[in-house]
């Protein structure tokens, strides 16, 4: 029998196509030369940014000695926004200080004094130097207002709350508003005020027990009405005083008239007088007739100016002037009457 044929081995065709697969190590060194490429763009970045910030530095150092104190702090703030360093927090307390923004001047002193590159005897000397004399005109007051709420001094902007802590002012009397709250607050030299402008909310009623009705609450009295006394009384007696003055004047000055009458009549008839006295009957009539007036002139005086001292006395006691609860029990008013006795004066008679 004939053999059967052999199966022929057929070689893979070369030619393009996909090479072998990657090995783990081929993918370790991807990985690892990636990481070098982002880690030296980050140290380039960061040697960048440390360049800005020296010199910014440099150039705010420079324009301080010139005295451009404003243009200084423009570049300072800028080096401090790239890397806080310690000297220029400290230069920027010193320019501020010098532009009487003693507020800002603070507040980079204190950053000064809790850096960690901060020099320890620079340190001790600026903490009993520039930041005593910048606690003798500043305060620091403490913000309590609601998350997000907007907070303005003096109708400027401060910032948003909440504040990380105290916040550095001149001292005075400071507004602090924010939305519809708004309150004064005293600032004083080295001391820490609160500004609280959170509006308390009133405390929920407890609720009713189940099964008892809910007892009603107490209705408040009503509140007095307000009233004054009355000028009656004083008014009347001031009215008697001064009548009574005017009287006695007219009085003193008919006896005035009638002696003056009874002199040139004494002078007229000297020695014409009889022993008994008839022929200057009407002498005699007009002399008794001054005396009376007099008399009756000194009564009229005695009783106006007692009635005017009644008056005053009245007024005090009373004090009509002066606005007062009205009195809620039968009390009956104070009154008081002159009464006229047998003897000259007055008398005041009432309730008090």
């Given at each position: ?306 009635a005017l001292l009644g008056a005053v006395v009245v007024a005090l006691v009373t004090t009509p002037w002066r606005e007062r609860q009205a009195a809620t029990r039968s009390t009956p008013t104070p009154t008081l009457v002159p009464v006229f006795g047998a003897a000259p004066g007055v008398a005041l008679l009432?309730?008090?």
């Amino acid at each position: 029998m004939p053999a059967a044929p052999r199966p022929r081995v057929v070689s893979p065709r070369r030619g393009p196509g996909p090479g072998p697969a990657p090995g783990p190590g081929r993918g370790r060194r991807a990985r690892a030369l990636a990481l070098a490429v982002v880690a030296t763009s980050l140290v380039s970045g960061g040697v960048a940014r440390a360049d800005e910030a020296d010199d910014r530095h440099a150039e705010g150092t420079a324009l301080g000695k010139k005295g451009e104190f404003e243009a200084a702090r423009i570049k300072l703030l800028q080096a401090a926004s790239a890397r806080p360093m310690a000297k220029t927090l400290l230069n920027l307390c010193v320019v501020e200080q010098q532009m009487k923004l003693e507020d800002e001047a603070i507040k980079h002193c204190r950053a000064f004094l809790a850096a960690k590159d901060a020099d320890p005897a620079t340190a001790q000397t600026v903490h009993d130097g520039i930041f005593r004399e910048l606690e003798q005109v500043t305060g620091r007051v403490v913000i309590e207002a609601p998350t997000g709420a907007r907070v303005e001094v003096d109708g400027h902007l401060l910032g948003v709350a909440p504040f990380p802590g105290p916040v550095d002012l001149k001292v005075g009397e400071r507004t602090f508003s924010a939305g519809t709250v708004s309150v004064s607050v005293a600032v004083r030299p080295g001391q820490v005020a609160t500004a609280k402008l959170v509006v308390d909310e009133p405390s929920p009623a407890p609720p009713p027990v189940v099964g008892q009705p809910a007892s009603p609450q107490p209705t408040p009295p009503p509140a007095a009405p307000a009233e004054r006394g009355s000028w009656l009384v004083p008014g009347v007696l001031g009215g008697l005083g001064v009548v009574g003055l005017g009287v006695g004047g007219g009085l003193a000055l008919a006896s005035s008239g009638k002696a003056s009458n009874l002199e040139a009549a004494r002078a007229t008839r000297a020695g014409t007088c009889g022993p008994t006295g008839a022929e200057c009957a009407d002498l005699q009539s007009v002399y008794d007739s001054g005396k009376g007036l007099r008399t009756g002139s000194y009564i009229a005086y005695g009783v106006g100016g007692a009635a005017l001292l009644g008056a005053v006395v009245v007024a005090l006691v009373t004090t009509p002037w002066r606005e007062r609860q009205a009195a809620t029990r039968s009390t009956p008013t104070p009154t008081l009457v002159p009464v006229f006795g047998a003897a000259p004066g007055v008398a005041l008679l009432g309730a008090y």
